[in-house]
């Protein structure tokens, strides 16, 4: 089955860094990858859509300068949280979908990565 | 613009109890509809799925109808486990591949 990975999964930073969070399909290709964020015993919010090779789509109020989205290849896309503040401290996670159906599932499944828990301090 | 109303909870129930958690949407065109499942300090995983008019998705004894008329896709569990404690999504997934989701209904079991 497909298989997305994210790094790391749990990280703790000082406010005014930035932190790298990686989302890897492991197994297929993914020429799409989303980005939500979710907040306690909130549902999921849709941050952004990563297309490989092409600009990420921002969902509307979500700040494209400060969460820098970069999909290099067909098997990562990169979340960048830069100039971190405790308020973006969150539960972030990715998906992807196999529209070619390289991994043998239907080609609108989406499939998700385990997160990764953000706290800045 | 779409979207997914699911019934909040928490919803608590003893094991072996039955199980539903409402959910309706609002999309225009068909769109495919999607239940996930939410374990502790984990991502989502896709516990069935239903993508035309009354089709059931049914998976780990699991089922949900994709009901046009009345806009829902309800899930059901005859019998709950312990081990169904978990965060469960409804989602839909219209024209475009974005899933919109519901807020998420907390489901815990007790023995």
């Known amino acids: 089955g497909a298989v997305v990975s994210q790094h790391p999964s749990r990280v703790i930073c000082k406010s005014g860094t930035s932190v790298k969070i990686e989302c890897r399909s492991l197994?297929?290709?993914?020429?799409?990858m989303f980005w939500y964020r979710q907040f306690p015993k909130k549902s999921l919010m849709l941050m952004a859509t990563?297309?490989?090779?092409?600009?990420?789509?921002?969902e509307q109020g979500v700040e494209k300068d400060k969460f820098l989205i970069n999909h290099a290849s067909l098997t990562l896309s990169t979340l960048t949280v830069t100039s971190a503040h405790p308020e973006d401290s969150s539960f972030y996670i990715c998906?992807?979908?196999?529209?070619?159906?390289?991994?043998?599932?239907?080609?609108?499944?989406?499939?998700f990565g385990p997160g990764t828990r953000l706290t800045v301090t | 613009g779409d979207s997914v109303t699911q019934m909040e909870g928490p919803v608590t129930l003893s094991e072996e109890a039955f199980l539903t958690i409402n959910c309706t949407y609002t999309?225009?065109?068909?769109?495919?509809l999607f239940w996930y499942v939410q374990y502790p300090g984990e991502g989502l995983q896709l516990l069935l799925k239903?993508?035309?008019?009354?089709d059931k998705g049914s998976n780990k004894g699991f089922e949900a109808t994709y009901r046009k008329e009345t806009t829902s896709f309800h899930l059901e569990k005859g019998s709950v486990q312990v081990s169904d404690s978990a965060v469960y999504f409804c989602?839909?997934?219209?024209?475009?591949?974005?899933?919109?989701f519901g807020k998420g209904t907390k489901l815990t079991v007790n023995p």
């Open positions: 197994d297929f290709q993914a020429t799409t």
């Open positions: 998906s992807a979908n196999d529209p070619l159906g390289t991994s043998g599932g239907a080609h609108y499944e989406q499939y």
């Open positions: 239903a993508t035309k008019a009354d």
């Open positions: 999309a225009t065109g068909y769109p495919s």
């Open positions: 990563s297309n490989e090779g092409s600009k990420a789509t921002y």
């Open positions: 989602a839909l997934q219209g024209g475009s591949e974005k899933l919109v």
